[in-house]
T-cell receptor, first 113, second 114 residues
């Protein structure tokens, strides 16, 4: 198993455009989490899935953000009408049911210009 | 809202020195985790502490969990340049729909100079 994979690693987009990120978790992990991290800060929780069910969404996740995990495997995070304030590192992590510890991906660095 | 406060925010030391990073919570989490993150990469789990008063060692790193399970510390002995990075503590939420969710502190940026 190669760990948690995120794609793309970097994304530069113009303000107002839509972007979509993909996360492939460790295959036997049924929990998948999205976090956002700005420079020099700790990650902030966005949302998480148990299998295909989205169980919690942060208030940080405005109406422009949507996440899916259609078959309980990979997940996508879409941001519509991007704003400069959306510039950040978007991290995906997965874990087993028992939450013995997360495995994070390397993240997608989004820059909105 | 459960919050985690980390201190110091920045730490710049010489190789061979010892250091301690502190993590304090406003409330009790089910467990607490420490991560290390390098630039451009995701955090990597170092340790999970669960029991009040617990002490865990990972080579030159010593992790302590307070008796009341609201504070933790990371002590590094004889720091090396390879220890440079962002150190994060994270509280694991216990129940309900938040089960398993992590709340992170703001991190400590450690720089060890040769």
């Amino acid at each position: 198993d190669t760990g948690v994979s995120q794609d793309p690693r970097h994304k530069i987009t113009k303000r107002g455009q839509n972007v979509t990120f993909r996360c492939d978790p460790i295959s036997e992990h049924n929990r998948l989490y999205w976090y956002r991290q700005t420079l020099g800060q700790g990650p902030e929780f966005l949302t998480y899935f148990q299998n295909e069910a989205q169980l919690e969404k942060s208030r940080l996740l405005s109406d422009r953000f949507s996440a899916e995990r259609p078959k309980g495997s990979f997940s996508t995070l879409e941001i519509q009408r991007t704003e400069q304030g959306d510039s950040a590192m978007y991290l995906c992590a997965s874990s087993r049911q028992e939450v013995s510890g997360y495995t994070f991906g390397s993240g997608t660095r989004l820059t909105v210009v | 809202t459960q919050l985690l406060e980390q201190s110091p925010q920045f730490l710049s030391i010489q190789e061979g020195e010892n250091l301690t990073v502190y993590c304090n919570s406003s409330s009790v989490f089910s467990s607490l985790q420490w991560y290390r993150q390098e630039p451009g990469e995701g955090p990597v789990l170092l340790v999970t502490v669960v029991t009040g008063g617990e002490v865990k060692k990972l080579k030159r790193l010593t992790f302590q969990f307070g008796d009341a399970r609201k504070d933790s510390s990371l002590h590094i002995t004889a720091a090396q340049p390879g220890d440079t990075g962002l150190y994060l503590c994270a509280g694991v939420h216990a129940g309900g729909t938040s089960y398993g969710k992590l709340t992170f502190g703001q991190g400590t940026i450690l720089t060890v100079h040769p």
